[in-house]
């Protein structure tokens, strides 16, 4: 079948679609539907089935003849370290380790925090939460204390599986100190903590609270699979949004499972036992479904890689891995290419590793730059793949099924909507739009399965961030269009959300940081175009009245400060000093105007504007800290 044919074969019957695509799936008992619309428009799939997800990913494999293959490939050229795990060994250790949890109180429903690097224990880790239907939460290694503590209060978790450090390239990230730093912070506490002591640092643990990863598995009963409902949630992920608040976006256990192994071979065009490698982090979206769990669902191998595109120890890095474990499908963010091409733009590394295994190069996470694009299609000499979705979605929202049918690439498109999707394009007022105008980008409900049904004990804010704007629809926070072909383009956020290296991040959130700064009277952050990162944070800052300090030592404070209370992830180097910000006259910052006037592009005077001098100003301040040139 072509892609529109699946497409319509959804659409005109989506409960057969999914159950179908449920056949996938080992049940403990089967569904006997696949959508409950009871409470629309508060959407659930699969409710009435019993299953594990572990069981799914790992056991299964093994009963069915799979148990030597390799299961995880980790290789991390940053401690020089390579090792495999085979699915009966990966199977045997996660038994171990849920029933070294459940020794110590972890059950069904149970929330368990996790923060870890690239590590195959990360894995191992959710894995085993899995096993007991405890709901796991995975914070990422990039964030600071207080983000973390922020996740621990509202998940609430009853333990948080840690390492002692992460490593990024020339420094060791000490992820103990974070770790009590945040549990001080927290008002919620864990009972207990899981430390796993990493060679390159030993952290201290606090007796009575931290046990060690090895130790406190000693001697315990490995533990079974534990049955869950469908509608169980598997996981929650914080995700950014508007406000220093995450949303806790919740992913359903049967939807999960369903949709992930859908995608394998339709999206990712790859079967039981290939390679399949996806150049994330555990601690966003994409490393959770294509780190983690698709690729097990599957029967894939799959690959842990701790390091960087470059600098680890080359540009040459990717090709490296791709070729020594032969990759059939490799995903990544456009913004490591784009480090790659910077340090090899004519491919010489790329030229002395042996890429014939390589089917497809996919890319998502941030929007896909036609240059880039081009210079992966010339160099690797295989499609590359753009593709759109969400932290919400857990997988492809449009994009190009490979395993279906490998439609033309238009440049700028992650082409078309997967089965399970409408997407539609709509002006303010949630009127469908004319193909080639450029409106909000919704999608009909219900979400397809796998996608979140609430946000993680906040129904309300679900209902005000994704529902309430478009009845009928999901609101997606992008904003693009759709051409006469059916291509959609996905063209800005329509919230305060950027996007900063693949990593999504909310400039509220730092506005929230700098304006506690106590010289700080008002402040703006906007996501500034950057050639590497794609976006790039810059603060606007104005002072207290009375305030005579250096300009650039509050600079110097707040970019401190960004870092200690969010984290390095947040790449806040930038910020400026002004008298005013340009409002409207109801007071409404006008951070798009600045956007354009730091990008240098043509914008229009806003009419609604309070003083357009402050323009001006803005201007001068932007040209100071070289943009707007
Ligand atoms: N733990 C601790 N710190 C981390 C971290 C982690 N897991 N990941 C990143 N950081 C730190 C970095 O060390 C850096 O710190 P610094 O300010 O001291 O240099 C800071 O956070 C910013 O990191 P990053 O934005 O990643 O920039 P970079 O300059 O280190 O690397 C790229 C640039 C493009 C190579 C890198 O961002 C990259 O590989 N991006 C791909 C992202 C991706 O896969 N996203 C997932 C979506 S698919
Ligand atoms: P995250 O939840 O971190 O996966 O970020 C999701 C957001 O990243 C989307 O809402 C988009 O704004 C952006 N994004 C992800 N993939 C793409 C893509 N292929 N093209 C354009 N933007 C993308």
New binding site residues.
């Given amino acids: 079948m072509a892609y529109q044919d699946v497409y319509e074969s959804w659409k005109t019957d989506p409960e057969g679609f999914w159950m179908e695509a449920a056949k996938g799936i080992d049940w403990i008992e089967a569904p006997t539907k696949a959508l409950f619309d009871d409470n629309a428009p508060l959407y659930e799939w699969f409710c009435d089935a019993k299953v594990n997800t572990c069981w799914n990913a790992v056991d299964r494999h093994v009963e069915n003849g799979r148990g030597e293959q390799t299961a995880i490939i980790y290789d991390s050229p940053i401690t020089h370290t390579k090792r495999e795990i085979s699915y009966v060994e990966l199977r045997n250790r996660v038994a171990t380790l849920a029933g070294a949890l459940r020794a110590k109180g972890i059950e069904k429903g149970d929330r368990v925090i996790i923060y870890m690097p690239m590590i195959p224990e990360a894995l191992e880790a959710m894995l085993a939460c899995a096993r007991l239907g405890a709901v796991h939460s995975v914070v990422f290694g990039g964030f600071a204390s207080n983000e973390l503590a922020v996740r621990i209060d509202d998940a609430k978790p009853k333990a948080i599986i840690a390492a002692s450090c992460g490593m990024e390239p020339g420094r060791v990230v000490h992820y103990k100190p974070l770790l009590d730093g945040a549990i001080d912070l927290a008002s919620h506490k864990p009972e207990f903590c899981v430390i796993f002591q990493r060679e390159q640092e030993v952290a201290q643990l606090i007796e009575g609270r931290d046990f060690n990863w090895h130790g406190f598995q000693y001697g315990v009963e490995p533990a079974e699979c534990v049955p869950v409902d469908g509608n169980d949630p598997a996981y929650i992920l914080y995700?950014s949004g508007t406000t220093g608040a995450p949303k806790g976006v919740v992913r359903p256990t049967a939807g999960h499972l369903v949709a992930l192994n859908w995608t394998m071979k339709n999206i990712y065009d790859v079967d039981p036992g290939d390679v399949f490698w996806a150049a994330s982090d555990v601690g966003?979206?994409?490393g959770h479904s294509y780190i983690c769990y698709a690729p097990l669902i599957h029967g894939n191998t799959t690959i842990v890689f701790e390091g960087k595109p470059v600098g680890t120890p080359d540009a040459g890095t990717f090709w490296r891995v791709i070729s020594e474990h032969k990759v059939k499908s490799f995903f990544t963010a456009p913004t490591a290419i784009r480090a790659v091409k910077r340090e090899d733009p004519s491919g010489e590394l790329m030229a002395k590793y042996d890429l014939s295994n390589l089917r497809a190069l996919f890319?998502?996470?941030?929007?896909?730059d036609p240059d880039t694009i081009v210079w992966a299609q010339d160099a690797l000499k295989v499609p590359v793949i753009?593709?759109?979705?969400?932290?919400?979605t857990g997988w492809t929202i449009a994009g190009n099924p490979l395993g279906i049918e490998e439609l033309p690439v238009k440049l700028g498109s992650?082409a078309k909507p997967m089965p399970g999707y409408d997407v539609q394009i709509l002006d303010e007022g949630g009127h469908p739009m004319k193909p080639g105008e450029l409106g909000a980008i919704a999608v009909k409900l219900p979400l397809p399965p796998g996608t979140l049904p609430t946000l993680w004990n906040a129904e309300e804010r679900f209902k005000s961030s994704y529902l309430n704007q478009f009845p009928g629809y999901y609101e997606?926070?992008?904003a693009g269009m759709i051409d006469e072909d059916g291509y959609l383009y996905?063209m800005a956020?329509t919230d305060d959300?950027i996007?900063v290296a693949g990593?999504?991040l909310s400039t509220g959130g730092m506005e929230e940081v700098l304006a506690a700064h106590p010289d700080v009277a008002e402040c703006a952050v906007i996501g500034v175009s950057d050639q590497l990162k794609g976006q790039m944070p810059v603060g606007f800052l104005c002072l207290n009245a009375g305030c005579d300090r250096d300009h650039g030592e509050v600079v110097q404070d707040v970019v401190k400060l960004v870092r200690e209370k969010i984290g390095p992830v947040a790449a806040f180097k930038q910020a400026v000093v002004v008298d005013r910000l340009p409002k409207t006259r109801s007071g409404k910052i006008l951070r798009g105007t600045m956007v354009s006037i730091a990008d240098s592009k043509d914008y229009k005077m806003p009419a609604t504007i309070d003083d357009p001098a402050i323009l001006d100003e803005i201007t001068v301040a932007l040209k100071s800290i070289g943009f707007a040139q």
């Fill in positions: 995700t966003w979206v994409v890319l998502a996470g941030e929007r896909a753009d593709h759109w979705w969400q932290t919400e992650p997606t926070g992008d996905i956020r959300v996007n990593h999504r």
